[in-house]
């Protein structure tokens, strides 16, 4: 049976299309079929030249249905474009970091070689990523249905004025306050939009929904971890007149008049990423924003067990006689201690003075 991989590329920059198409070469060398957009690889062999390497095209040769796995070349945006394509067609994503950060991704550009070794072996894994459900209501009225990854953000519409908002929880208000906006991501967006505004850092592999308000005016407006099963909102108040706007993933918008209702909850179709290394999240961490571990001397390689014994039990002490009932015999006499006053001589009479 024929293998077939989707390069997705950002055509826009120089380094994404020279790493697909070394990834397009590697992958032709090793007996499986690359497939891209039309418009990317025209983008790719104008700018490049023509290549000898065989490839298809996705829509005209083959189908997403034909596809086994796709390699994503660039950062977490193009990532998050390629989930958006491939949302309905439960297919991993393989992201190879060509921009900044890049959390999404599981290699990094100089190891794009090895990674296509990887996926000629099929040493590779696949993880789910929980994704959000995001209803926007009008008057009780479902006006748009979108969905997200990270995050969906709520931005106020004016520059010049804050947005009023009611944050709620499973159907429950907790605060109203005037800010630049709402965040509630997945824990695969803590470390984005969410983590700019104060957010926490969680880690992929606990299911949770985050609420994060951007720059509020109130003194309660902290950060919100909720259960999975719960249902997050935010109102648009019409207090001061002001709109907001709805951004999912930076890429679907959703204008929002006064009045609006935002509710998010779990989806239930997650999106599949492709790891190709047994590593930890806090190794991630550690990686992407450079945090400083000098110092750290990690666990003991020596495990050593402390030597435990049986302790003694130590009984109630017995007395040496056995007392039974009240003392007998005849009872010895109390000494009289009545207190007699004596006058000291040259004392003062009763009614004397001295002059």
């Known amino acids: 049976m024929t293998r077939r991989v989707l390069i997705l590329a950002h055509t826009g920059r120089e380094e994404s299309m020279i790493a697909a198409l070394e990834a397009c070469v ?5 007996n ?3 497939v891209m957009y039309a418009d990317e690889l025209a983008d790719m062999t104008g700018y490049l030249g023509v290549s000898d390497v065989s490839m298809e095209i996705l829509g005209r040769d083959v189908t997403l249905a034909d596809i086994e796995l796709v390699m994503v070349l660039g950062g977490d945006g ?3 474009r390629a989930a958006e394509l491939v949302r309905d067609h439960d297919l991993p994503l393989l992201g190879v970091n060509l921009g900044h950060v890049g959390f999404l991704a599981e290699s990094e550009r100089a190891d794009l070689i090895e990674t296509v070794d990887w996926v000629v072996r099929r040493k590779y894994s696949v993880e789910e990523r929980m994704t959000l459900d995001v209803k ?3 008057k009780g009225k479902v006006v748009a249905h979108t969905w997200a990854l990270n995050e969906v953000a709520l931005e ?10 009611v944050t709620e929880v499973d159907g429950r208000p907790l605060s109203s306050f005037g800010c630049d906006g709402v965040v509630m991501a997945t824990p ?3 470390t984005a939009y969410a983590f700019s505004a104060g957010g926490p850092v969680v880690w992929p592999g606990v299911e949770a929904l985050l609420m994060v308000p951007i720059s509020a005016h109130a003194l309660f407006a902290k950060p919100l971890v909720v259960a999975p099963t719960s249902t997050l909102a935010v109102e648009v ?3 001061n007149g002001a709109y907001g706007v709805i951004w999912c993933d930076g890429r679907r918008t959703v204008d929002l008049l006064p009045g609006a209702r935002i509710e998010v909850t779990r989806s239930s179709k997650p999106v599949k990423l492709a790891r190709t290394q047994i590593s930890t999240f806090s190794e991630r961490l550690v990686r992407k924003f450079e945090l400083p571990v000098q110092g750290w001397r990690g666990p003991s390689t020596e495990e050593t067990f402390p030597s435990t014994s049986q302790l003694p039990i130590i009984k109630n002490p017995k007395p040496k006689s056995q007392l039974e009932g009240p003392p007998t015999g005849p009872v010895r006499p109390v000494p009289d201690l009545t207190v007699t006053r004596h006058e000291m001589p040259g004392s003062l009479e009763e009614g004397q003075h001295t002059s």
Not at 26 to 30: C, D, K, M, R, V
Not at 156 to 165: H, Y
């Open 26 to 30: 590697e992958l032709h060398a090793n």
């Open 32 to 34: 499986i079929v690359p």
């Open 78 to 80: 193009t990532i998050l």
């Open 136 to 138: 926007v209501r009008v």
């Open 156 to 165: 106020k519409g004016n520059r010049e004025r804050m947005i009023e908002v």
């Open 188 to 190: 695969t967006g803590s």
């Open 237 to 239: 108040l019409t207090r």
